[in-house]
């Protein structure tokens, strides 16, 4: 049974900094894609970037690029989210989300790719 495990969530003020991470279980995660969603009241759920676990290429959407950074322990099965310069509008429900596959890097955002899911973390960023 596969399982992802989300945490370091939390409240900060805007500028600030959080680590999120996911670690699965019962998954091989060995060449497949793992990515991060978030998905604010009333709104809809968002790609936030994405990774391939074989070879670590990454994909962001553009409203994190340059303060975001998606990364990983193999030897952990683990994936992070280190979030730089966090604005209000980051605040959300954020989701780990697992592939069976290996997804094509133009689809990476898509949550249709995901099949295994977290039940996410809550980051709150304050004005």
């Known amino acids: 049974q596969v399982q992802l495990v989300e945490s370091g969530g939390g409240s900060v003020q805007a500028g600030g900094s959080l680590r999120l991470s996911c670690a699965a279980s019962?998954?091989?995660?060995?060449?497949?894609?793992m990515g991060w969603f978030r998905q604010a009241p009333a709104k809809e759920r968002e790609g936030v970037a994405a990774?391939?676990?074989?070879?670590?290429?990454?994909v962001y959407a553009d409203s994190v690029k340059g303060r975001f950074t998606i990364s990983q322990d193999n030897a952990k099965n683990t994936v992070y989210l280190q979030m730089n310069s966090l604005k209000p509008e980051d605040t959300a429900m954020y989701y780990c989300?697992?592939?069976?596959?290996?997804?094509?890097?133009?689809?990476?955002?898509?949550?249709?790719?995901?099949?295994?899911w977290g039940q996410g973390t809550q980051v709150t960023v304050s004005s």
């Open positions: 989300a697992a592939a069976s596959w290996v997804v094509a890097l133009t689809r990476m955002m898509r949550t249709s790719e995901y099949y295994y």
């Open positions: 019962g998954y091989t995660y060995s060449r497949k894609s």
């Open positions: 990774i391939r676990t074989g070879g670590g290429s990454t």
